[in-house]
């Protein structure tokens, strides 16, 4: 089975702190992604990658960036964190073509105080 | 820009009855997601809809694609209490590998 890890379940941060999410996939998949779940806004794309060191932007890239240095990892950086980024972050993979939809991670908790 | 509508968003039902989710998306696609997710945890892939007219079950559930009406239906048999999750439908954006999801439906089922 595709194993999709995210290091952290929990994690709480103050404002203003650089924060590094991280997230390992261990089947060569080429595309990956970073969501935010949020109650009443489902799932919203904010970048993906499709190839070492390729990132695009998502719906909303703003107070985020990425980094993909290894094919097997996708890591999501808050550049400065603030409190309205609190939310569950979630990493996906898939191969391409995606006949097989997406793996999640198992999600990592932020809270910003 | 692709939309992706589940409703009904919250569902509340008896142990034993039967219900259908609905999921209807503004461009044409030939592709459909099904997830689940139980409170708390990640998404788990349920159902993959490649094609017009395909039609996945597993257990009480049964997913089908209707890609001219632009629509797939989940469909929940005799449900039991262990199906009590939030399930999400995702399209696939122009082609791509970019999944926009539903709001998710939210499924209890009672005793």
């Known amino acids: 089975d595709v194993k999709v890890t995210q290091s952290s379940r929990y994690l709480v941060k103050r404002t203003g702190e650089k924060v590094f999410l991280e997230c390992v996939q261990d089947?060569?998949?080429?595309?990956m992604f970073w969501y935010r779940q949020d109650p009443g806004l489902g799932l919203r794309l904010i970048y993906f990658?499709?190839?070492?060191?390729?990132?695009e932007k998502g719906d909303i890239p703003e107070g985020y960036s990425v980094s993909r240095e290894k094919k097997e990892r996708f890591s999501l950086i808050l550049e400065s964190a603030s409190t309205n980024q609190t939310s569950m972050y979630l990493c996906?993979?898939?191969?391409?073509?995606?006949?097989?939809?997406?793996?999640f991670g198992s999600g990592t908790r932020l809270t910003v105080v | 820009e692709l939309k992706v509508e589940q409703n009904p968003l919250f569902l509340s039902m008896q142990e034993g009855k039967n219900y259908t989710i609905y999921c209807n998306y503004s461009?044409?696609?030939?592709?459909l997601y099904w997830y689940r997710q139980d409170p708390g945890k990640s998404l788990e892939s349920l159902f993959v809809?490649?094609?017009?007219?395909a039609v996945k079950q597993e257990g009480r559930l049964m997913a089908s694609l209707d890609t001219k009406a632009r629509l797939s239906t989940l469909h929940i048999t005799a449900a039991v209490h262990d199906l009590s999750a939030t399930y999400f439908c995702a399209s696939p954006q122009g082609g791509s590998e970019k999944l926009v999801f539903g709001k998710g439906t939210k499924l209890t089922v009672n005793p």
């Open positions: 809809l490649l094609s017009n007219g």
């Open positions: 996906a993979s898939t191969m391409g073509p995606a006949n097989y939809g997406y793996t």
């Open positions: 089947m060569d998949h080429e595309n």
């Open positions: 461009t044409t696609s030939d592709r």
């Open positions: 990658s499709y190839d070492v060191k390729m990132k």
